[in-house]
């Protein structure tokens, strides 16, 4: 890679710096200290490598004081034969990397970053650091970089890249094996592959266990659902079979109860029908026995005769009732008159004469004081007594003509209400009353009899009439010539007695409670298992699930095994490998070093598969560390290896070399031999001094002077 412009703006204490720079040698210099050698270098540094979408708080370092806006950079740079410009934009966010002449573009960091660490050899500030860049003071710090160079060297000497070294792959490995036996040896809070696929197992065994024991119950529940299943198909064969018999003996009975209903109301109404019609026959006969009966055509002359009759009667009653009475009393004062002849005797002439001359006597003999005075006044007494008999007599006597004449009278009222009896009778042509009674009682009871039957026919007719009777005869008579159609062999033939029904209702009713409680039974089985979180199918998930689990268990154990061994074959090669990329940078450092140090220190020694560096020293006749060296000579040695790194890690990349004044311990000799080395060095790669010396003038491309 060949820098050709760098572009800084309100980077640090620069608002806006841009400076190009010439293939060869490049000298950055100031007359004093703080004009900015350092930040110019850390601006190439941020350029080559920050990422300005990070969100670390290290980027706000490049931003300039007392400037809100955050800084960009912009470097122009040749690389295979291609023109290139990195743009970053830290306010933004932004970075664009673009070929010039092609026009193609790159803006995601990574893709960027890729597309850098092709051209520049290297993706790594920390190795760019430790090699290519060598910041003042800084000569003898390349153990920050110690991992990068190890790995860069292993790539080299691998032919790999130096993401893919052998070291990052053995420390992947380690971190593979970690994280997949996590926790086997200890308790780990998040625990490994092995661990967590052991737990796993563990638990789904466990789990398989007690799935096998409800599932062995869900077996035994499906065995004794087949089993109820069967005991209930069986059941309901039965049940039906019986159930059909009882339904067809309820449906026949409900046929024959509706047939007896129909033909109960069949003959009611028929029955009805023919006594209606009777009723009519007796009307019409009662009807006919009142045409019968003569005269009695008009009741209201009936009426009037019988009224006239009644009046009659009760007077001929009365009269006849007197007549018997006046008869009596006639014979009584007759039977009277023949027991009283005594007092007729008495009052008979011939007494009443001996009584007035008895009594004249005795006047006479009152008159001449003698004894005749008792005989007068018996003749008085004889007198009364004719007097009052004759009186008694005299009554008893005129009774007897007035009572046969009264009688007499009677009679002939009685001849006369007869007469009218008669003719009363006559106008209803009835000879007698005894006739008209008998035939006014049988008017009368015809009368009655057929009011009687016109109520009876009102009764039974009620508000319908014979039409509708009829009419509902019919339907009736066709409905049970619908029923008893219903009626049919197969239930006729189903027929069973009224105790064998009852049996069967029993028989019926235990099957139906036998069936339901099979029924709850098998819903309840159904229901468990169907809601069983257990079944064969599940356990056979389960048992797959472990099989899968120890299988991947085993890969696990075996994956981890593999790691182990290819983490132990990839080190033990890594060591073999290591010992030619150490002979390279060995010779490497060797050889600059004799340069460096006008040839007394010929001898250098690199510990395998480390940074450990050995000097042989002639004066102590042993080989020392480099920090045993004088203070000239250490930075010489780092110098050599910086570059030997550099000739090795990069190769054919040829990142800029950049030197921060590194030089201020080489005497002047040795300086000038290293001067000469670099002058050879940019013939093929770019160097960029920065200093404050003039010294570097005379090998100077180009100067760039800092204000």
């Known amino acids: 890679m060949l820098l050709k412009k760098v572009r800084l703006e309100n980077f640090r204490r620069f608002g806006k710096l841009e400076h190009e720079f010439a293939p060869g040698i490049n000298v950055v210099k100031g007359q004093y200290n703080e004009v900015g050698k350092s930040t110019f270098l850390d601006g190439i540094i941020a350029a080559l490598f920050e990422n300005p979408k990070s969100t670390s708080k290290e980027l706000d370092k490049y931003q300039k004081w007392g400037v809100d806006r955050k800084a960009k950079t912009a470097i122009e740079f040749g690389a295979d034969s291609q023109d290139y410009v990195l743009e970053k934009d830290f306010e933004a966010r932004s970075v664009r990397l673009a070929a010039l002449k092609t026009d193609e573009e790159w803006t995601i960091p990574k893709q960027v970053a890729d597309k850098i660490s092709e051209m520049l050899g290297t993706s790594s500030p920390t190795l760019f650091l430790s090699t290519s860049c060598i910041r003042q003071d800084e000569v003898r710090k390349i153990e920050s970089g110690e991992k990068e160079i190890s790995q860069s060297l292993e790539s080299i000497v691998t032919g790999g890249r130096e993401d ?307 009419k509902k005869r019919r339907e009736l008579l066709k409905k049970l010539g619908v029923e008893q159609e219903k009626l049919t062999d197969d239930l006729k033939s189903t027929a069973v007695s009224p105790e064998e029904y009852v049996r069967y209702e029993d028989e019926v009713k235990k099957l139906r409670n036998k069936k339901e409680q099979l029924e709850e039974a098998k819903r309840e089985l159904a229901f468990n298992i169907k809601n069983a979180k257990c079944d064969a199918e599940l356990l056979a998930e389960k048992e797959e699930l472990l099989e899968t689990l120890k299988r991947k268990l085993d890969r696990a154990q075996r994956k981890a095994r593999i790691y182990e061994l290819t983490r132990d074959f990839i080190i033990k090669a890594r060591t073999e490998t290591l010992e030619s990329a150490n002979d390279k940078l060995q010779a490497e450092i060797q050889k600059n070093f004799e340069i460096f140090t006008n040839g007394k220190y010929k001898k250098v020694v690199v510990k395998k598969g480390t940074l450990d560096f050995q000097i042989f020293s002639d004066e102590k006749g042993d080989f020392v560390q480099p920090e045993e060296l004088s203070g000239g000579a250490i930075d010489e040695f780092y110098l050599a290896c910086r570059l030997a790194l550099v000739n090795l890690i990069y190769g054919e990349s040829l990142p800029p070399l950049i030197l921060d004044d590194p030089f201020v311990n080489f005497d002047p000799i040795r300086l000038k031999r290293t001067l000469d080395y670099l002058r050879q060095l940019s013939q093929k790669q770019q160097i960029t001094i920065f200093t404050l010396s003039d010294a570097y003038d005379s090998i100077a491309d180009k100067v760039i002077e800092l204000a």
């Open 164 to 470: 893919r070294t052998a070291l990052q792959i053995v420390s992947d490995l380690q971190k593979r094996i970690d994280e997949i036996l996590k926790g086997t040896k200890g308790i780990a809070r998040e625990p490994g592959l092995v661990k967590s696929l052991t737990i796993q197992f563990n638990n789904l065994q466990q789990e398989i266990n007690n799935v096998k024991a409800e599932v062995n119950t869900v077996e035994s529940q499906k065995l004794e659902l087949v089993k109820i299943t069967e005991q209930l198909v069986d059941l309901e064969t039965k049940f039906a079979e019986k159930e059909a018999v009882l339904d067809k003996n309820k449906r026949r009975r409900e046929i024959e109860g509706e047939i007896k209903r129909l033909e109960d109301e069949y003959n009611r109404v028929d029955r009805l029908i023919n006594d209606v019609k009777s009723l009519r026959t007796k009307i019409e006969e009662a009807d006919s026995k009142l045409e019968s009966i003569k005269g009695f055509d008009d009741m209201q002359k009936v009426q009037d005769v019988r009224k006239q009759l009644s009046e009659l009667s009760a007077g001929h009653k009365k009269i006849s009732e007197d007549i018997l009475k006046r008869k009596e009393e006639l014979t009584v004062a007759q039977e009277q008159l023949g027991r009283n002849r005594l007092l007729v005797g008495i009052g008979s002439n011939p007494t009443l004469i001996a009584g007035a001359v008895m009594a004249a006597a005795g006047f006479l003999g009152i008159m001449l004081h003698t004894a005749l005075v008792a005989i007068g006044i018996a003749g008085l007494l004889l007198v009364a007594t004719a007097f009052w008999a004759r009186s008694s007599i005299a009554s008893k006597s005129s009774q007897v003509p007035e009572l046969k004449n009264r009688i007499q009278q009677m009679e002939d009222a009685l001849k006369g209400i007869e007469e009218q009896q008669r003719q009363a009778l006559a106008e209803v042509q009835c000879a007698t009353i005894g006739d008209f009674e008998q035939r006014e009682r049988n008017y009368s009871e015809f009368v009655v009899d057929k009011e009687a039957l016109r109520n009876q026919l009102k009764g039974k007719l009620g508000e319908q009439t014979e039409e509708q009777l009829d």
